[in-house]
């Protein structure tokens, strides 16, 4: 039984056993995921079809990777925000700080089980939520006409 509602995700692992793995899995939990064959194909879809939650290989072997697809994607999109959960063999605390310093969410160690990334994407949703909620709140009009003039001087009341 999912675990969650339906939700749209992009995923692009390299290889194709770990893909298909992790594909499997994440339909059992009820996410529904579009899967690649690398980041650059990934980023060729978002590109046309934003979607906000991203899981991918840290390296590809090619010259656009995790870590390059997480920079692109933090260059062009602010809102909404997309969030990115990058899988890697890369252990080193330099692999770590280079991927959190490009914008990546979560940097999980492979290899993982299903439960850990399950839980990582769960607090991506929370995230998105939040993050959503925040633009909702202040965009609305009811925020923006209550808010006082900092610069008026208070009302002084007479007794």
């Given at each position: 039984?999912?675990?969650?509602?339906?939700?749209?995700?992009?995923?692009?692992?390299?290889?194709?056993?770990?893909?298909?793995?992790?594909?499997?899995?994440?339909?059992?939990?009820?996410?529904?995921?579009?899967?690649?064959?690398?980041?650059?194909?990934?980023?060729?879809?978002?590109?046309?079809?934003?979607?906000?939650?991203?899981?991918?290989?840290?390296?590809?072997?090619?010259?656009?990777?995790?870590?390059?697809?997480?920079?692109?994607?933090?260059?062009?999109?602010?809102?909404?925000?997309?969030?990115?959960?990058?899988?890697?063999?890369?252990?080193?605390?330099?692999e770590i700080e280079e991927g959190l310093?490009?914008?990546?969410?979560?940097?999980?160690?492979?290899?993982?089980?299903?439960?850990?990334?399950?839980?990582?994407?769960?607090v991506g949703l929370r995230w998105l939520?939040?993050?959503?909620?925040?633009?909702?709140?202040?965009?609305?009009?009811?925020?923006?006409?209550?808010?006082?003039?900092?610069?008026?001087?208070?009302?002084?009341?007479?007794?």
């Open positions: 039984m999912p675990l969650f509602k339906p939700v749209s995700l992009y995923l692009a692992i390299r290889k194709e056993a770990e893909r298909s793995a992790t594909e499997d899995s994440l339909v059992l939990d009820g996410f529904d995921p579009s899967t690649f064959l690398s980041a650059e194909a990934l980023w060729g879809k978002l590109q046309v079809h934003p979607d906000r939650m991203v899981i991918t290989d840290g390296r590809f072997g090619d010259d656009f990777c995790g870590i390059d697809l997480t920079r692109a994607i933090r260059a062009k999109y602010a809102l909404p925000y997309v969030y990115v959960v990058v899988l890697s063999t890369l252990s080193r605390l330099s310093a490009a914008g990546v969410d979560d940097y999980l160690i492979k290899p993982h089980n299903r439960f850990q990334l399950r839980s990582r994407i769960a939520a939040y993050i959503d909620s925040l633009h909702a709140q202040a965009s609305s009009p009811a925020t923006s006409r209550a808010r006082p003039d900092p610069r008026a001087k208070p009302a002084i009341r007479k007794s």
